[in-house]
């Protein structure tokens, strides 16, 4: 066996395996658009969608300013919701999300998430309209204002179908090319009279083409 062989060993499989991976392109291209026409339909038809809702309000103290937002995700404002809107209590808290603002302790954003557009908004204005209602007097407030209304949103949040279906075009190109890539390094098949010659360290005297219409005779 030639050592020059294994010296030169990676410098001619990168070669090859260039030559292996255009060869099959077009199986690479079948498998990237098949990958991500299923992760396109199983976003855009068959996984569940997610709609949400948001509100933003204005809670004006009448001493100093606190932080409500455990109040507005409470169990009085929850039992108060879930018993209007018929939802059970743990899922209403579970689709509920307050972010009080940073640069205004004042202001308050509640972001609804649920399976239905119009429930996600009706969710949204009966915890304002809850608060409002329930502990506005008890917690000594000036007023509650409602800064932006919430709206229905029929445009689904999740899943995301652009961003699923380039994660299954990705998948499809790195899964491709990787069991391509495998199947090359296990191949320990002789290609040409050259890695013959490399490997053994003789010249190669005569080579026997395959003929498939004789194979095809000969079966």
């Given at each position: ?43 855009a ?50 689709s ?97 009279k050259?890695e ?24």
């Open positions: 066996m030639n050592n020059d062989y294994l010296n030169d060993e990676m410098e001619i499989d990168l070669l090859e395996l260039l030559k292996c991976l255009l060869k099959n392109s077009k199986k690479i291209l079948i498998c990237t658009f098949a990958c991500g026409l299923v992760a396109f339909v199983l976003s038809f068959i996984l569940p969608k997610s709609y949400n809702s948001s509100t933003d309000i204005t809670i004006v103290p009448a001493g100093q300013p606190m932080d409500y937002t455990s109040y507005l995700v409470g169990d009085r404002v929850l039992n108060d919701v879930s018993s209007k809107l018929k939802m059970d209590s743990a899922s209403l808290f579970e509920i999300e307050v972010t009080r603002d940073s640069n205004n302790s004042y202001n308050y954003n509640i972001t609804v998430t649920t399976n239905d557009p119009e429930k996600s908004c009706k969710v949204a204005d009966k915890v304002v309209d809850s608060f409002k209602s329930q502990l506005a007097s008890e917690l000594n407030l000036n007023g509650v204002t409602t800064v932006n209304e919430a709206q229905v949103n029929n445009v689904p949040v999740n899943p995301n179908v652009k961003k699923n279906t380039l994660i299954g075009l990705f998948i499809g190109i790195v899964g491709s090319v990787g069991v391509i890539t495998l199947c090359f390094l296990f191949d320990k098949h002789f290609k040409n050259d013959v010659e490399a490997y053994l360290g003789v010249d190669v005297l005569a080579e026997i083409p395959v003929n498939k219409q004789l194979n095809e005779i000969g079966e």
